[in-house]
Every structure is written in C-alpha cells, then in structure tokens.
C-alpha cells in the first residue's frame, strides 16, 4: 500500500494506517530527512529480525539504530552524558547518527554489540509516527544496487514498485535524498565521526 503523507500536515487517518502496521509487527518504509529507509517497531523483536534478515545485517557484527522522537526518550534507551547530551542538542534533529551504549530497556537484538545508533531526523512524518506509536522505530536505509536507477531509491512510487511486496506500507513523504546521515561514534572518551554524510557537525 502507498500511502501520501505531507510533512507539513500529517493526515491522521493515513498516519493511523501506517501505526497499525507498526503496532501488528508489520514493515513499513518512509522519508527522513536524509533517504527513504525501512522501518518496524523497535521493540518488537520479531519484526526487527525480519528487516536484519531482509537487509542482511548481522545484529552481532552491526550496530542497529532507532528513530527518537527527541533528546528526552534518548535517555531510556542509551546512556548519555553530559557532553555527549549537549553535542545531540547542538545538532538534532538533524541528519545524523550519534553511536552509544545501550541501557536495558531495549530487547536483547541491540545488546550483542551492546551499542545502538539514535536518530532524531528533521522530518515530521517519522517523528509523528514514532511519538503516537510511543515506541521508537528500527531504521535502516532503502538501498539500491549499483547499477539500479537512483529513483528506486528517491522516488516513492517507484520504490513501492520495488518493495511493495514486503513492506505492507510506503509512505510517500516526497522525493527523498541520497547522502546517508553522518555517523559519530561516541562510545570512547571523544566523539569521533566515522562516516562523513548529510550534515556538519556543531561541536
């Protein structure tokens, strides 16, 4: 199912329809504000499993990331001190990942490497979603294979066309980007960057 969701003005009724596949394990895709990427309610193991299984990703040898609505749901599901809280507050929401340890709240899929990436993007449909399902959700970014049109990866209906089958619905949040969120890492005693992407950190 796609479904057209404006950013500006969220439709309940189409937010419901996505929050219901959300809340019955299902797997949705949707914009951020970097590229379109895949999505489930994070904790719900199950579901999470099927998008590590979809995507190929190793829970033990990859961290796994959650969308927050904002800095004050960080702190139950990663432990975060006070420099690294004022980084995130200089820079989210915003196009980046910030790597940290993670607390017990979260289900046993994110402790293997005992680290989860948080994200808070600058996007009003995803953070919608993840403030009325009261839970945060697992993303990882569509990708495409090389030789694939960048559109199966910017353009909604053209990407439902490819992953209709799978996820039970495409949010058609607009064209989406290309340039994946900036990673820092900030597990060690300072923040270090390791993949450069959309967005200049404000440190």
């Given at each position: ?123 009003n449909i995803i953070r919608e979603l993840v403030t009325q399902l ?70």
């Amino acid at each position: 199912m796609l479904v057209k969701i404006y950013e500006d003005n969220p439709n309940q009724r189409e937010i419901d329809k996505v929050l219901e596949v959300l809340r019955n394990g299902g797997i949705v895709i949707y914009p951020t504000d970097t590229l379109y990427a895949f999505g489930c309610d994070a904790l719900n193991v199950r579901a999470v499993e099927k998008i590590c299984a979809l995507k190929g990703i190793n829970p033990q040898r990859n961290n796994l990331s959650i969308i927050c609505y904002d800095l004050s749901d960080i702190s139950e599901y990663a432990r975060v001190n006070t420099t690294t809280f004022k980084l995130m507050r200089r820079n989210l929401p915003g196009p980046f990942t910030f790597i940290l340890n993670t607390t017990s709240t979260l289900p046993r899929i994110y402790k293997n490497r005992k680290t989860v990436g948080i994200r808070v993007p600058d996007n009003n449909i995803i953070r919608e979603l993840v403030t009325q399902l009261g839970n945060p959700i697992m993303t990882t970014s569509v990708n495409g294979d090389e030789d694939e049109a960048i559109e199966y990866r910017t353009d909604p209906e053209l990407i439902h066309e490819k992953w209709g089958e799978i996820a039970e619905i495409v949010v058609d949040g607009g064209h989406g980007g290309l340039e994946p969120s900036t990673i820092v890492d900030c597990t060690g005693s300072l923040p270090e960057i390791t993949r450069q992407g959309k967005g200049e950190l404000i440190s």
